[in-house]
């Protein structure tokens, strides 16, 4: 059974950065994608960054340039590294991921609603304004 346990939220000031985990068990190295979505009070869940399993990454364009998506595949662990923090990446962050032919395919990563079989249960980032 796979199960995701996000953790490394927190609240930091405007411009400042943080780093989010993600740590997976039960996913076997190799043939699965992983992507954090994050979503705000009154908003729709979004896919904020998605990696594949070679190693191809894609982010939306409120964080291009300054969010950075990895993995360890030895710790099975994704990262998001989150630079010049803005007060509108508050949000409530999980991961997602999917196995082999279940991942989306490349263009709907970061697709709003997308079925993603597994969820971590979010950490909570706050930039404060």
């Known amino acids: 059974q796979v199960q995701l346990v996000a953790s490394g939220g927190d609240s930091v000031q405007i411009g400042g950065s943080l780093r989010i985990s993600c740590v997976a068990s039960?996913?076997?190295?190799?043939?699965?994608?992983m992507a954090w979505f994050r979503q705000a009070p009154g908003r729709e869940r979004e896919g904020v960054a998605a990696i594949t399993s070679d190693d191809a990454t894609y982010y939306s364009d409120s964080v291009q340039g300054r969010f950075t998506i990895s993995k360890d595949n030895a710790k099975n662990t994704l990262y998001l590294q989150m630079n010049s923090l803005k007060p509108e990446d508050s949000a409530m962050y999980y991961c997602?991921?999917?196995?082999?032919?279940?991942?989306?395919?490349?263009?709907?990563?970061?697709?709003?609603?997308?079925?993603?079989?597994?969820w971590g249960q979010g950490t909570q980032v706050t930039v404060d304004s």
């Open positions: 039960g996913l076997f190295s190799g043939c699965y994608c």
């Open positions: 997602a991921a999917d196995l082999g032919l279940r991942c989306p395919p490349r263009g709907r990563l970061l697709q709003r609603g997308w079925p993603w079989t597994y």
